[in-house]
């Protein structure tokens, strides 16, 4: 947890400096009429602040600790090609369009849930095929949710 | 009081609230049994779907949501040794245990019972306690809000399971990002970097779904279990003589213990589950039973967590500040109809106050005759494989973003905050500080800038009223509570390092 603290800490302190200069930059007006940055203000002054009290505790906790996770060792492979898939298909669906950006979503993640080679892929498609058209049929026809037709318009 | 129960019956019953509250004790159900969403999670995502119905059905579906899942919740703890919510966890303990000597049945059961009673009772303590208490934060102005917000806030992460310094960045985190979009005063943009859909501030929904729904589902991905089945007989679904016998006082006990900490902000429905098995470990004749079985280890728990899940709509419905995360889905559902929680909604909208209170008396006779015979389908439930449910969950939650405006950017909201929770995990910090500093955020900036203009700059205003110096005297001694050890162990760490 060391060496996660550690690249947390200087994280939300990267991010606090930023939006306290952005509160700057907004206006922080005066205590008797305070301006639209002065609660970004104080809030990021606030986690700023918080920041600097976990990095130091970490570094002095790091010369007692020598066990330390990393950000590779916590983030498992399986959610990560998971999120990557869906992070793919986002940016496909509306160029797509539902159906053929969801049927290609949902039999990568059936498969890569099983993991069973081409014959686990041939079960995932059909398993997608089945979902992709009752989820179109349950959302789009039924509640009329107006999903992007995409490039072959359907 | 009786007049106005009354008519929040005839609300109730009307045939699209009564489907509605059906629907939400049974999708409750069903999320709190599922792996993978909780009822946060399916809040969200349903939350766009309530954008078409009255404000009155959307609340009582959402609540049925909520309280649904602790009913839920109990039965993956007593099958299969897996608290489907957090206010399970104790249940696992004496119901698994009763489950493995064949007594699955009168467990479920006593849950069962154990929650309908204490949620009933909780019901009567929030009519009593809530319609007094609106009646006097009609006298809060700016300030008590402003104090009774931060001490609120300070509380919830006072209660933070893991860090306090942690919750405490979470909740700052929180108000930073309720401050994008339009200064309510000024009227110009903050932090939208030039994007049009940041003009209205970040939605709620998308949020929540990454923050609830996407991240446990990859966090689960993460975890090597896959599910595990449950195979014993349910048993017949009657608790005996003795039984009832036993769990009585564990009932009485768990409900008042649920009630006053359900009220706190924070994990109370978690942390009376705790305190009320204790309690009745600590009150037993045979304390050597639990961990083997008690049935009273069973009914104590069940109990609290259901009163408490009532009683946290106290401070929602009087003064308008949630005290959790599921209340705070709750706030939003109102905001986005346009409602105001708060003293005036008792006033000025009685049907959706006295519907929703009349809808929890509904709401737990469902659950009491829906749930028992329909056990044998939540064991059904349980045995869908992980490999089928994650990806259907996953897609859920995209149709579920994408619908609410029909554009791609809720998506892009939604995967953000599905990586920020995912990591936040990891990294060991929590996520309810921060939805409900987000939530509370708008109001908290509000208040704060309303009283420093009321005192033209003066921060005594927060200390001239007795009840804003006693919120604020509570905030301070928390923090420092919770500092100073801190402190303390910083140097002597320190001088070992030396």
């Not at chain 2, 897996?82 to 249940?91: C, H, K, L, Q, R």
């Not at chain 2, 600590?282 to 259901?306: D, L, R, Y």
């Not at chain 2, 939003?332 to 003293?343: F, K, V, Y």
């Amino acid at each position: 947890m060391k060496t996660l603290d550690l690249t947390s800490s200087l994280f939300w302190l990267f991010l606090s400096a930023a939006a306290f200069a952005g509160s700057l930059h907004m206006g922080i007006g005066t205590v008797e009429s305070p301006g639209m940055g002065f609660v970004p203000a104080a809030a990021s002054g606030l986690l700023g602040i918080l920041s600097l009290v976990l990095l130091a505790n970490t570094i002095v906790k790091k010369l007692q600790d020598v066990t330390a996770d990393t950000i590779s060792t916590i983030v498992g492979r399986r959610s990560l090609t998971v999120l990557i898939g869906v992070i793919i298909y986002s940016i496909l669906m509306p160029n797509l369009g539902y159906l053929i950006s969801t049927f290609l979503l949902m039999t990568y993640l059936y498969w890569n849930m099983e993991q069973n080679g081409v014959k686990g892929l041939l079960r995932s498609a059909l398993y997608s095929i089945l979902t992709t058209a009752a989820s179109y049929y349950l959302f789009a026809v039924l509640l009329n949710c107006p999903f992007p037709a995409g490039i072959l318009k359907f | 009081m009786f007049h106005n129960l009354i008519f929040g019956f005839q609300v109730a019953f009307q045939p699209d609230n009564l489907l509605f509250s059906a629907l939400g004790v049974l999708l409750g159900t069903l999320v709190g049994v599922l792996p993978g969403i909780g009822p946060v999670g399916a809040m969200a995502l349903l939350l766009p779907a309530t954008f078409g119905l009255s404000p009155t059905a959307s609340l009582i579906m959402l609540a049925g949501i909520w309280y649904g899942s602790q009913y839920g919740g109990s039965t993956t703890s007593i099958l299969v040794n897996i608290p489907g919510e957090a206010t399970s966890v104790m249940t696992c303990i004496d119901g698994y245990q009763m489950s493995r000597k064949g007594r699955a049945g009168p467990a479920l059961a006593m849950a069962a019972w154990a929650s309908f009673i204490a949620g009933t009772f909780s019901i009567v303590g929030l009519m009593a306690l809530a319609v007094p208490l609106g009646e006097q934060a009609l006298r809060f102005g700016p300030p008590e809000y402003f104090s009774l917000m931060c001490a609120g806030l300070v509380l919830l992460t006072f209660m933070a399971q893991k860090s306090f310094l942690k919750a405490i960045m979470m909740a700052a985190v929180g108000v930073l990002l309720s401050t994008v979009g339009l200064d309510l005063i000024s009227g110009l943009p903050r932090f939208t970097f030039g994007m049009d859909a940041l003009i209205d501030g970040i939605s709620i929904s998308p949020m929540v779904m990454g923050l609830f729904g996407i991240a446990e589902i990859l966090d689960s991905l993460d975890d090597a279990a896959q599910g595990i089945v449950f195979s014993g007989a349910i048993g017949r679904l009657y608790p005996s003589v003795k039984d009832w016998v036993k769990a009585k006082w564990s009932i009485i006990r768990g409900t008042v213990i649920g009630f006053v900490l359900g009220i706190l902000p924070g994990g109370g429905a978690i942390l009376s589950t705790f305190v009320a098995y204790g309690v009745e470990k600590k009150f037993s004749k045979t304390p050597e039973e639990f961990g083997h079985g008690a049935i009273e280890g069973v009914a104590g728990p069940e109990a609290s967590n259901n009163a408490a899940a009532e009683s946290a709509l106290i401070p929602l419905l009087s003064l308008g500040i949630p005290p959790n995360v599921n209340m705070a889905m709750l706030f939003s559902a109102l905001l986005i109809h346009g409602i105001q929680p708060g003293p005036l909604l008792i006033k000025e909208h009685p049907d959706i106050f006295w519907g929703l209170i009349a809808s929890l008396y509904v709401g737990n006779i469902l659950l009491l005759v829906l749930n028992l015979p329909l056990v044998g389908i939540w064991v059904r439930v349980l045995k869908i494989p992980q490999k089928i449910l994650f990806p259907l969950i996953l897609l859920f939650c995209l149709i579920g973003a994408y619908s609410i405006n029909g554009m791609i950017f809720d998506v892009y909201v939604m995967l953000f905050f599905g990586v920020i929770g995912y990591l936040s995990r990891k990294f060991g910090y929590e996520i309810a500080p921060l939805v409900l500093a987000f939530v509370l955020g708008g109001r908290l900036e509000q208040s704060l800038r309303q009283s420093l203009l009321m005192s033209e700059g003066s921060f005594s205003i927060f200390f001239t009223s007795p009840l804003s110096a006693i919120a604020l005297g509570i905030a301070v001694l928390l923090l420092i509570s919770n500092f100073v050890p801190g402190l303390k162990r910083g140097r002597q760490l320190y001088n070992k390092a030396k």
